[in-house]
C-alpha cells in the first residue's frame, strides 16, 4: 500500500523557516517524481515544487521561488521542503504527492503550516 | 502560462441524479496530461482521472472524463452521498515545466 506522511509543520512567524519532510512507502520511491501542493484555508490547490527521481529537473511556483527547495533521499525514502523568509501568505496544508506524467496519483494527509506574528 | 477555468463554481445536485462539470483551458493541452481530482471535506484529494478519461485505481465507474483542446467535461453518472465534494481539474506541460489547477467545483446536495 503506498503512503505518503508529512510531517514539520508548525506555527512560525514572519521571516522565519521551516522544513517539511514526507515518508514514503509502499512504492519504489526512487523511481518516482514527487511533489509538494499547497491549500491555503478555505482556497484551493496550488502546485509549489516538483522533483525527478533523478533529481535532475525541478519546477517551482512564482510564489515560492527562491525561497523554497524540494529535496529527496532516494537511500532513506524521503522527501523535504526546505521553506525560507515565510511569509502569511504561506499558511497553509502542505500535501507530500507523487505523481506521474505530471499528475498527482497519490497525496499525503497534508501537514499545517501556520505564518503569524 | 495555460489558465484554468471550472463551471459552475457550485452545482446543485440531488442524490441519483447526473452531474457536468466543465473545465476549459487558456490554450490547448496535452490530453494525456489532464487530470480530475475529488476533495472530500477534511481530506486530502484524490485522484479520479488521469490522461482526461482514465480512471485512477479503485474509482467508481459512475466517474467518467472526456475532452480533447480546451474543453474538458467530468461526469457522475448517478450521484452517491459521498460523491458530494469539490472537483478540481489539473493540467501538466513539460515545456515549460508548469503544474495548474482550476479552481474548483462544488457539488452540492440539493
Known amino acids: 500500500e503506498v503512503q505518503l506522511v508529512e510531517s514539520g509543520g508548525n506555527s512560525v512567524q514572519p521571516g522565519g523557516s521551516l522544513r517539511l519532510s514526507c515518508a514514503a512507502s509502499?512504492?519504489?520511491?526512487?523511481?518516482?517524481?514527487m511533489n509538494w501542493v499547497r491549500q491555503a484555508p478555505g482556497e484551493g490547490l496550488e502546485w509549489i515544487a516538483y522533483?525527478?527521481?533523478?533529481?535532475?529537473?525541478?519546477f517551482y511556483a512564482d510564489s515560492v521561488k527562491g525561497r523554497f527547495i524540494i529535496s529527496r533521499d532516494n537511500a532513506k525514502n524521503l522527501l523535504y521542503l526546505q521553506m525560507r523568509s515565510l511569509r502569511s501568505e504561506d499558511t497553509a496544508v502542505y500535501y507530500c504527492?507523487?505523481?506521474?506524467?505530471?499528475?498527482?496519483?497519490?497525496w499525503g494527509q497534508g501537514t499545517l503550516v501556520s505564518v503569524s506574528s | 502560462e495555460v489558465v484554468m477555468t471550472q463551471s459552475p463554481a457550485t452545482l446543485s445536485v440531488s442524490p441519483g441524479e447526473r452531474a457536468s462539470l466543465s473545465c476549459r483551458a487558456s490554450?490547448?493541452?496535452?490530453?494525456?496530461?489532464l487530470a480530475w481530482y475529488q476533495q472530500r471535506p477534511g481530506q486530502a484529494p484524490r485522484l479520479l482521472i488521469s490522461?482526461?478519461?482514465s480512471r485512477a485505481t479503485g474509482i467508481p465507474d459512475r466517474f467518467s472524463g472526456s475532452g480533447s483542446g480546451t474543453d474538458f467535461t467530468l461526469i457522475i453518472s448517478r450521484l452517491e452521498p459521498e460523491d458530494f465534494a469539490v472537483y478540481y481539474c489539473?493540467?501538466?506541460?513539460?515545456?515549460?515545466?508548469?503544474?495548474?489547477f482550476g479552481p474548483g467545483t462544488r457539488v452540492e446536495i440539493k
Open positions: 504527492v507523487r505523481s506521474v506524467r505530471g499528475q498527482g496519483d497519490y
Open positions: 509502499g512504492f519504489p520511491f526512487r523511481v518516482y517524481s
Open positions: 522533483l525527478t527521481s533523478d533529481e535532475r529537473t525541478m
Open positions: 490554450q490547448s493541452v496535452n490530453s494525456d496530461h
Open positions: 490522461g482526461a478519461s
Open positions: 489539473q493540467q501538466y506541460v513539460a515545456s515549460p515545466l508548469t503544474f495548474t
